[in-house]
């Protein structure tokens, strides 16, 4: 039940009932205040224009005396009855002599003229007026009584008239209201929603989405919590990943080291027996022997990064390098080894349209490496190493081409082709491509980077 | 004086080794089995070498700490891990790292490298017919007995590739080494200064033998 309370669908249900009871409350309030409008009026007279007239007419004819204090008062009773009234009093003479809350400039000289124009402009006009000879003749002048019209209306149309606007605007203040009420539920709704997907889609540094705060329990806040416990998980799932990634690393590197060391011993022994004077014979096999430690070095360096690579867990950090740069800077270390073997080293390298490509410095720098090392170990009865670039409309590479017996030719130190397999793997890593072609007179192989087709 | 190489390793077969092979080579050699004692040595050693896979602390830890308190006592690694992260973690702060199994030719040539960067090394250089006192970066004419004095870039130039001796150096590296600044493809300041230096030192600038070029890639001084 609680979390029914808590639940959106809970405060909607409330919003709509409160603007139904809002709504029939007003109709109930308008319908009292009219009823009330109704009993209060209905009870007393209204009177009629015919029954002012004629009342006005009779009490002017009734007055005995004509001073000014008697129109006075006979002016202030009626004032009382009809608080709305303006009257005034013209002499025999045609002078304005006495006046009541006037709305209008007159004269203070009545003549005929203005008479007849002022009859003429209140016949069946606004307001209601009526003439009255003051005593039984004509002689003593007349006084005059001025009624707005709607003194006649029927009270409910007074009322209307009068609050019409009122009860318009109160109804629509309460459908604002409704509407606003609405409008701040759903969007509050929508606003919980959007930060929810913008924290789905922020990335953390982990490459996880962010947790968002859960700060209400109804069903946004438990899909919230929903997602905020997803995330949890995954980020459990990847520290496991991570451990056990960092566990196979340890497992290769500490393998890797184990089996360097008796390495590291067995030449220290060669090495001690190579010094040795008088060996003759011997020393072919020393040769040998060193030899195939610098095998075996090799060969569990291959296994270690094929095993990393074949499991993707060679880091892979792509980022802009000068690529020509890179491969100077690599050459540069090969030369003396190349040199020392009396290799013929041609190198020539022009630069590219865009000489920066977007790959592993370290992992190009291993593929050149692998290659290089090949050339030196089967190809070295060419003595002759090359290395230059190359630009067509489709693609810009790099050509190492040496004069070898080829790859056909087995040479006394191939291995099981870990090597290449290696640079296979990386060269693809890196969207690059490459391309071997070998003959009994040399192999030329060329790493590749296509064009963008524009 | 002769250098001092402090040298850490566990393994006693491997460091026995190495021990006899340096000593042979004329240097004088502090053997510790762990990271214990280093404090005692570090004061008076001119090179350290490193093991990483040590009792009690690691190599990188040692390291790390002798680079802190001597940042001008090189370090080398010696280490049977490969792995990349290894390389780059000992990088950090160490100035080479070896893996095993080494040749020991290749540690000696490594470790006159260092020396020489690190300048600890005070022996003469003999250069064809130049003689270099690194320290000073004196240079004498054998031949004439003269010196050859070097203005401020030409100078630099000059040190910077006796501290890289026998490296082949690419257009990049020394421009980037001597100026401080990234090298723009084009510019022709390392080739004027690479002639006037030609001009002060070659015996026949148009055929140079001290600064080699190497054609497609740079240029090297060689013993």
Redesign the interface.
């Known amino acids: 039940m609680k979390k029914f309370f808590r639940s959106l669908l809970a405060k909607y249900m409330l919003i709509i009932l409160m603007a139904i009871f809002l709504v029939q409350f007003a109709f109930i309030i308008i319908g009292t205040f009219f009823i009330g409008i109704e009993s209060k009026f209905v009870s007393e007279d209204v009177p009629t224009a015919t029954e002012i007239e004629e009342k006005w007419h009779k009490e002017a004819n009734n007055l005995q005396s004509f001073s000014k204090a008697e129109i006075s008062q006979h002016f202030a009773q009626w004032k009382k009855q009809y608080p709305d009234a303006s009257m005034f009093w013209v002499d025999e003479r045609g002078d304005l002599v006495e006046t009541v809350d006037l709305k209008e400039e007159l004269p203070q000289q009545w003549t005929a003229a203005f008479m007849a124009k002022f009859i003429k402009a209140r016949y069946g006009g606004e307001p209601f007026t009526v003439i009255a000879f003051l005593g039984k003749d004509e002689t003593n002048g007349f006084i005059v009584l001025e009624l707005p019209r709607k003194e006649f209306q029927p009270p409910l149309q007074q009322a209307s008239n009068d609050y019409a606007l009122f009860v318009f605007m109160g109804m629509a203040v309460i459908i604002l209201l409704f509407l606003f009420v609405s409008f701040m539920f759903f969007h509050n709704i929508r606003k919980r929603l959007l930060n929810l997907q913008a924290s789905m889609t922020t990335r953390d540094v982990d490459g996880l989405p962010v947790q968002t705060a859960v700060k209400k329990y109804d069903e946004i806040g438990r899909l919230e919590q929903t997602f905020n416990e997803m995330i949890q998980e995954l980020k459990e799932a990847n520290e496991r990943e991570k451990e056990e990634e960092q566990l196979r690393?340890e497992l290769?590197?500490n393998l890797?080291?184990?089996?360097?060391?008796p390495?590291?011993?067995?030449?220290?022994q060669i090495?001690?027996l190579s010094k040795e004077n008088g060996l003759g014979e011997k020393q072919a096999s020393i040769d040998m022997l060193e030899a195939s430690?610098v095998d075996i070095?090799r060969l569990i360096?291959n296994l270690?990064s094929y095993t990393l690579l074949i499991a993707s867990r060679?880091?892979l950090e792509k980022k802009e390098v000068d690529v020509i740069?890179l491969v100077?800077?690599c050459?540069?270390?090969w030369?003396?080894v190349f040199e020392k073997e009396e290799f013929e080293i041609?190198?020539?390298?022009q630069?590219f349209e865009n000489n920066q490509w977007f790959v592993d410095p370290?992992w190009l720098g291993r593929i050149i490496d692998n290659l290089l090392q090949n050339v030196l170990r089967h190809a070295r009865s060419g003595r002759y190493i090359q290395?230059k670039t190359e630009s067509t409309e489709r693609y810009d590479a790099f050509l190492f081409t040496d004069r070898g017996k080829g790859m056909q030719h087995v040479s006394n130190e191939k291995g099981a082709g870990i090597g290449l397999s290696i640079v296979d793997m990386m060269v693809k890593g890196m969207d690059l491509d490459w391309e071997i072609s070998s003959t009994e007179t040399g192999t030329s192989i060329k790493i590749m980077k296509y064009k963008k087709r524009v | 004086m002769m250098v001092h190489v402090l040298y850490i390793e566990d393994e006693n077969e491997i460091g026995s080794w190495v021990k006899k092979d340096l000593k042979k080579r004329g240097y004088e050699v502090t053997w510790l089995t762990s990271g214990e004692g280093v404090e005692q040595y570090i004061s008076t050693a001119d090179l350290v070498i490193l093991d990483v896979m040590l009792p009690g602390l690691d190599g990188f830890s040692i390291g790390k700490r002798i680079k802190n308190d001597n940042g001008n006592v090189p370090i080398l690694m010696l280490s049977a891990r490969t792995a990349i992260e290894d390389k780059i973690e000992g990088l950090g702060f160490a100035d080479d790292y070896l893996t095993k199994p080494f040749h020991p030719d290749e540690l000696a040539a490594r470790v006159e490298v260092l020396l020489r960067r690190f300048q600890k090394n005070d022996e003469l250089i003999e250069i064809g017919h130049l003689a270099v006192y690194p320290e000073d970066l004196r240079i004498i004419n054998k031949k004439t007995e003269e010196e050859i004095q070097l203005t401020g870039k030409q100078y630099y130039l000059f040190q910077y590739f006796i501290r890289h001796l026998n490296q082949i150096l690419t257009k990049e590296q020394l421009y980037e080494g001597v100026w401080g600044e990234a090298y723009i493809e084009g510019d022709k300041t390392l080739m004027v200064h690479i002639r006037y230096l030609r001009e002060k030192l070659e015996e026949n600038p148009a055929k140079p033998k001290i600064i080699e070029t190497i054609r497609g890639i740079g240029y090297r001084v060689k013993l």
């Open positions: 690393r290769i590197a890797s080291h184990d089996l360097r060391t390495l590291t011993k067995m030449r220290a090495y001690s430690i070095d360096e270690m060679y880091k740069r100077r800077e050459l540069a270390t030369y003396s041609e190198v020539e390298l630069p370290s290395v």
